[in-house]
């Protein structure tokens, strides 16, 4: 389950330059106003694309006088222009998704566009959140049984390991609010009163879509 291509709105971090740059462009056109070119440069905390794990950026432009344009792109090269906006101050969103279309971060800024001149500006995007929940079986049944506590070791989408922990076993599972979007990964392991493992579920995939509530059900095996 993906979110749909509508973004969720994250603060950014902005940087405006003169000048343009040679970048893919999108021609903006049937607006008598002068006009100008806008080049957006975009990271993601720091990261390139590649290693962000981002596939495809859209943009979206809306100026208060009326100005508008949008466009989707591959993720590289980093930077994409607009040409011949009409001038305008623009409220720019600007989404970018993983190769299945999951929101991986989003932010939302302003730049301004003045005729016949071009302007730079450098965006460092913040990661879409959701939450996250998983329970725990054990061979298909919710009792505990023997087992007393359940170690969770839970990796974030950059592999960094962002719990581990013991948990009772009667809590039946653990909720992480505001965690980054993408493709989580968790090991579970049943023990019993001597921390003998009874039950583990190794590995177990758990994506999370930015802005909703994501619920996993992991079983554990012997």
């Known amino acids: 389950m993906h979110q749909s291509r509508s973004g969720v709105l994250l603060p950014v971090v902005v940087s405006v330059l003169g000048g343009a740059i040679a970048a893919a462009c999108v021609v903006v056109h049937d607006d008598p106003r002068a006009r ?8 993601f905390q720091g990261l390139g694309c590649g290693a962000a794990g981002v596939d495809s950026v ?3 432009l809306a100026g208060d006088g009326g100005g508008a344009a949008s466009a989707s792109a591959g993720c590289e090269p980093g930077y994409f222009t607009f040409v011949d906006l009409p001038e305008d101050n623009y409220r720019v969103i600007i989404d970018a998704y993983d190769a299945g279309d999951g929101l991986l971060y989003s932010g939302t800024f302003r730049a301004v566009v003045r005729g016949n001149s071009g302007i730079d500006v450098i ?3 913040e990661p879409a959140s959701g939450d996250l929940t998983f329970y725990w079986t054990f061979a298909g049944s919710a009792a505990c049984l023997d087992v007393v506590d359940v170690h969770v070791l839970l ?3 950059f592999g960094a390991i962002y719990d581990d922990a013991f948990y009772p ?6 909720t992480y609010a505001n965690v980054m979007a993408g493709a989580w990964h968790v090991w579970l392991d049943g023990l019993n009163f001597a921390d003998a493992v009874l039950y583990r579920a190794d590995n177990a995939s758990l994506y999370v879509d930015a802005g909703v509530d994501n619920a996993y059900d992991i079983d554990l095996g012997f």
Do not use: K, M, N, R
């Not at 100008?36 to 990271?43: A, C, E, F």
């Not at 076993?169 to 653990?174: D, H, L, M, R, S």
């Open 169 to 174: 076993c009667e809590q039946a599972g653990v």
């Open 123 to 125: 965006v460092s995007l």
């Open 36 to 43: 100008g070119d806008l080049t957006l440069i975009y990271d």
């Open 58 to 60: 859209d943009f979206e």
């Open 155 to 157: 990796h974030d989408p």
